[in-house]
């Protein structure tokens, strides 16, 4: 007996999670109902959108289904159309059910102009699904359905509302059902809870009871996830993980204990208010990113947007993460285009997040989502709106389209400046000083960045010189600018003694930008293998370098690359496929990133670590590294020894004018710490970078004659 084949698909952007949750929820459910297991053919399909319709068509074409389902939501409802248009005129007795936010709130408009679709779900798919295949399978009535609308005989009919399932422990997870496919550097969404107590008038996830998973489930599927991969990213769906505090605390403990000393990320949405210290406390991991959203700090706006801000608590809990969870990082959200805001207002709320100095910022523009305040009732707040998805605000009273492009233009500027670790910290250095002389500090100093580049006698569109830093390429010209501005600014504003500071971080990224391009080369890769083959015939090699910096091959067999992660260097780690990855502050579980019980390392070659990293940092390094590597192992450092750390924070006390008074460290520091663990210096070269700096390469073991070593080398 043929079975009834069903296709699931999912549509996702490029850029953003690797699967939709919803088709592997309701896929979950029919393989652990009894009635469908036997009689269903499943197909669950996610594609990337950028594939384009007439691939995922040729896909969904080749599962010759009786059934397809779509999850929809503003970003991919236009081309589900495309999709379900051709397939109706292809296969003439398929039929086509949607499901997901935007298909549920406009569920009788589409059933009314969209003619290729059958049926709309509205609530809890894994309620409605299970019940309307058995209806279909059974040629019964689904007039019964509650929480299905559809088209039966020609005529459109519309079921009472499906009820709300509390306990959502009962239905399957579609992790421990094997139905996403785990992959290494992946960007996974889980959900814990459903529901949001708020009222926002932009959202349509508001106003909806909170309903919670059990955190057993919540770990269990944690846990299934770190066995199969590596070096992944999980946004936590909820709209706010720490309503419920107590939990919050047991589930990120579970988190910590589970994830300790692996390169996985985790993302939550808040409303930093809400944490207190012990919460920061156990989010204090490089794993944990927080995304506060803020939205405005414009009053008119937020009452607009049902919205609440206590700036003074926002503040005080932003220093208390900073001092309770410093290894944590910070996504502050802003909404350009709300009604009732201005851009005086955008810019003042922009000006208070730059002067908060978040790790990153999500700076959208305004949407009139269908089911929402704004979207029933456009008008009452005076929106201007586009009619399709995605619904972008064009204008309000208050804030015209010109203000809307203005807003649009800095959103661009900041949010690429803020993707670089150290152009940000940089800038922000610069705006900080002039926090007490110019309430628009930040932004004066933005914009000005922008304004002196254009101006420069090189120019290259800024999200190239951004890239350049992190990808060393030839526009090493981008530290000319930030130089050049960065002089003229602290001069015009009397504040040149703080200048060496500047240029010294600045002269720091030069050399190791100079350095890293001499280590990438091929050739120069090249001369380890020749030196180590003869010298120790180790079979595994390990090559430290930062993340962001190279994405090259290892240039040896059985060299294994390993990246350090820092939200100094790059603020969003991406996670490159040449390499393993672990976070600046938990070098001291090196062991736990890195099995060695079976074949311990023989060399290990640092790519400008040490110079860069905290001093005591690099002793719990080079320790971690002792416990790994073989008895009688070699240590290759190249590094630039810039003097001070550039990853330490930059408020120093200047000093008279062409010195400074931070604390500094030179080679031999490093070298006697070094000794100290009982490395000991067998060789030394150098190559000149610039007039005054220059690339050292020293050869360190455990045991064995001096000059045998500096011979070789």
Same mark, same amino acid.
């Given at each position: 007996?043929?079975?009834?084949?069903?296709?699931?698909?999912?549509?996702?952007?490029?850029?953003?999670?690797?699967?939709?949750?919803?088709?592997?929820?309701?896929?979950?459910?029919?393989?652990?109902?009894?009635?469908?297991?036997?009689?269903?053919?499943? #197909?669950?399909?996610?594609?990337?959108?950028? +594939?384009?319709?007439?691939?995922?068509?040729?896909?969904?074409?080749?599962?010759?289904?009786?059934?397809?389902?779509?999850?929809?939501?503003?970003?991919?409802?236009?081309?589900?159309?495309?999709?379900?248009?051709?397939?109706?005129?292809?296969?003439?007795?398929?039929?086509?059910?949607?499901?997901?936010?935007?298909?549920?709130?406009?569920?009788?408009?589409?059933?009314?102009?969209?003619?290729?679709? #059958?049926?709309? *779900?509205?609530?809890?798919?894994?309620?409605?699904?299970?019940?309307?295949?058995?209806?279909?399978?059974?040629?019964?009535?689904?007039?019964?359905?509650?929480?299905?609308?559809?088209?039966?005989?020609?005529?459109?009919?519309?079921?009472?509302?499906?009820?709300?399932?509390?306990?959502?422990?009962?239905?399957?997870?579609?992790?421990?059902?094997?139905?996403?496919?785990?992959?290494?550097?992946?960007?996974?969404?889980?959900?814990?809870?459903?529901?949001?107590?708020?009222?926002?008038?932009?959202?349509?996830?508001?106003?909806?009871?909170?309903?919670?998973?059990?955190?057993?489930?919540?770990?269990?599927?944690?846990?299934?996830?770190?066995?199969?991969?590596?070096?992944?990213?999980?946004?936590?769906?909820?709209?706010?993980?720490?309503?419920?505090?107590?939990?919050?605390?047991?589930?990120?403990?579970?988190?910590?204990?589970?994830?300790?000393?692996?390169?996985?990320?985790?993302?939550?949405?808040?409303?930093?208010?809400?944490?207190?210290?012990?919460?920061?406390?156990?989010?204090?991991?490089?794993?944990?990113?927080?995304?506060?959203?803020?939205?405005?700090?414009?009053?008119?706006?937020?009452?607009?947007?049902?919205?609440?801000?206590? +700036?003074?608590?926002?503040?005080?809990?932003?220093?208390?993460?900073?001092?309770?969870?410093?290894?944590?990082?910070?996504?502050?959200?802003?909404?350009?285009?709300?009604?009732?805001?201005?851009?005086?207002?955008?810019?003042?709320?922009?000006?208070?997040?730059?002067?908060?100095?978040?790790?990153?910022?999500?700076?959208?523009?305004?949407?009139?989502?269908?089911?929402?305040?704004?979207?029933?009732?456009?008008?009452?707040?005076?929106?201007?709106?586009?009619?399709?998805?995605?619904?972008?605000?064009?204008?309000?009273?208050?804030?015209? &389209?010109?203000?809307?492009?203005? *807003?649009?233009?800095?959103?661009?500027?900041?949010?690429?400046?803020?993707?670089?670790?150290?152009? %940000?910290?940089?800038?922000?250095?610069?705006?900080?000083?002039?926090?007490?002389?110019?309430? #628009?500090?930040?932004?004066?100093?933005?914009?000005?960045?922008?304004?002196?580049?254009?101006?420069?006698?090189?120019?290259?569109?800024?999200?190239?010189?951004?890239?350049?830093?992190?990808?060393?390429?030839?526009?090493?010209?981008?530290?000319?600018?930030?130089? &050049?501005?960065?002089?003229?600014?602290?001069?015009?504003?009397?504040?040149?003694?703080?200048?060496?500071?500047?240029?010294?971080?600045?002269?720091?990224?030069?050399?190791?930008?100079?350095?890293?391009?001499?280590?990438?080369?091929?050739?120069?890769?090249?001369?380890?293998?020749?030196?180590?083959?003869?010298?120790?015939? *180790?079979?595994?090699?390990?090559?430290?370098?930062?993340?962001?910096?190279?994405?090259?091959?290892?240039?040896?067999?059985?060299?294994?690359?390993?990246?350090?992660?820092?939200?100094?260097?790059?603020?969003?780690?991406?996670?490159?496929?040449?390499?393993?990855?672990?976070?600046?502050?938990?070098?001291?579980?090196?062991?736990?990133?890195?099995?060695?019980?079976?074949?311990?390392?023989?060399?290990? =070659?640092?790519?400008?670590?040490?110079?860069?990293?905290?001093?005591?940092?690099?002793?719990?390094?080079?320790?971690?590294?002792?416990? =790994?590597?073989?008895?009688?192992?070699?240590? =290759?450092?190249?590094?630039?020894?810039?003097?001070?750390?550039?990853?330490?924070?930059? %408020?120093?006390?200047?000093?008279?004018?062409?010195?400074?008074?931070?604390?500094?460290?030179?080679?031999?520091?490093?070298?006697?710490?070094?000794?100290?663990?009982?490395?000991?210096?067998?060789?030394?070269?150098?190559?000149?970078?610039?007039?005054?700096?220059?690339?050292?390469?020293?050869?360190?073991?455990?045991?064995?004659?001096?000059?045998?070593?500096?011979?070789?080398?």
């Amino acid at each position: 007996m043929r079975k009834f084949k069903v296709v699931l698909v999912g549509l996702w952007e490029e850029n953003d999670f690797s699967h939709l949750l919803a088709p592997a929820l309701l896929g979950a459910c029919v393989k652990k109902c009894g009635d469908l297991s036997d009689r269903v053919e499943l #197909d669950i399909q996610q594609h990337l959108m950028g +594939k384009g319709t007439k691939i995922i068509l040729e896909s969904i074409r080749e599962s010759k289904p009786d059934l397809v389902g779509f999850s929809c939501y503003v970003w991919n409802i236009e081309m589900v159309r495309q999709i379900c248009l051709r397939l109706k005129s292809e296969i003439k007795t398929i039929r086509i059910i949607l499901g997901g936010p935007e298909a549920s709130e406009r569920a009788e408009e589409i059933l009314k102009f969209w003619r290729e679709i #059958d049926y709309v *779900a509205l609530g809890d798919g894994e309620i409605i699904f299970p019940k309307f295949l058995l209806h279909i399978i059974n040629n019964l009535s689904l007039k019964g359905i509650c929480g299905l609308t559809g088209r039966e005989e020609g005529r459109i009919f519309e079921n009472y509302p499906s009820q709300t399932v509390e306990d959502l422990d009962i239905f399957p997870s579609p992790f421990l059902e094997g139905l996403i496919p785990l992959k290494s550097r992946i960007s996974l969404v889980l959900e814990t809870s459903r529901g949001c107590p708020s009222h926002c008038a932009f959202c349509w996830q508001g106003n909806h009871k909170l309903r919670w998973y059990s955190l057993g489930r919540v770990l269990k599927e944690i846990e299934y996830i770190l066995r199969r991969i590596r070096d992944f990213t999980i946004f936590f769906a909820d709209a706010d993980i720490f309503l419920n505090r107590p939990r919050a605390l047991n589930l990120l403990k579970g988190l910590e204990l589970l994830s300790r000393g692996r390169s996985c990320r985790w993302v939550f949405q808040t409303y930093l208010p809400r944490l207190d210290s012990n919460l920061f406390k156990v989010v204090n991991s490089p794993r944990v990113l927080l995304e506060a959203g803020v939205q405005s700090i414009n009053a008119p706006a937020l009452a607009a947007s049902v919205r609440f801000f206590d +700036k003074q608590r926002m503040e005080q809990n932003i220093r208390l993460m900073r001092l309770k969870a410093p290894k944590a990082s910070l996504q502050l959200h802003f909404i350009y285009g709300l009604p009732e805001d201005t851009l005086s207002g955008f810019r003042s709320s922009l000006e208070w997040g730059l002067s908060m100095r978040p790790n990153s910022f999500f700076l959208p523009r305004a949407v009139v989502l269908p089911g929402t305040a704004f979207g029933k009732n456009p008008a009452r707040f005076n929106i201007v709106h586009e009619a399709s998805p995605p619904y972008q605000v064009q204008a309000t009273r208050c804030f015209p &389209a010109p203000d809307m492009e203005k *807003a649009e233009r800095i959103v661009s500027w900041v949010e690429q400046v803020k993707t670089n670790g150290f152009l %940000s910290r940089a800038l922000d250095f610069l705006a900080h000083l002039q926090g007490n002389k110019n309430t #628009d500090a930040y932004l004066t100093v933005y914009e000005g960045f922008i304004l002196f580049r254009r101006s420069f006698k090189r120019k290259q569109p800024l999200v190239k010189y951004v890239a350049a830093i992190e990808a060393k390429q030839k526009f090493l010209e981008v530290l000319d600018v930030i130089e &050049a501005y960065s002089k003229s600014i602290l001069e015009n504003n009397n504040n040149g003694c703080y200048w060496p500071i500047l240029r010294h971080f600045i002269n720091s990224e030069r050399e190791k930008i100079i350095a890293g391009n001499i280590m990438d080369r091929w050739d120069f890769r090249s001369l380890f293998p020749k030196a180590l083959e003869s010298l120790f015939h *180790a079979k595994k090699i390990l090559y430290f370098e930062w993340e962001g910096v190279s994405t090259t091959s290892p240039a040896l067999k059985g060299m294994q690359a390993i990246h350090l992660v820092s939200p100094f260097r790059t603020t969003e780690p991406w996670f490159c496929n040449c390499a393993k990855h672990i976070f600046m502050e938990e070098l001291e579980y090196l062991s736990a990133r890195i099995d060695a019980r079976r074949d311990r390392p023989g060399v290990a =070659i640092m790519s400008n670590i040490l110079g860069f990293l905290p001093l005591e940092r690099s002793q719990r390094f080079l320790e971690s590294l002792r416990l =790994i590597l073989s008895p009688e192992a070699a240590l =290759i450092v190249c590094d630039t020894f810039p003097g001070t750390s550039p990853l330490l924070d930059w %408020s120093f006390v200047p000093g008279r004018p062409g010195e400074t008074a931070f604390p500094r460290r030179n080679q031999r520091d490093i070298l006697r710490m070094m000794e100290n663990l009982e490395w000991a210096i067998r060789a030394r070269m150098g190559f000149r970078l610039t007039e005054k700096s220059s690339l050292a390469i020293i050869l360190l073991t455990t045991k064995g004659p001096r000059k045998k070593y500096a011979r070789q080398l």
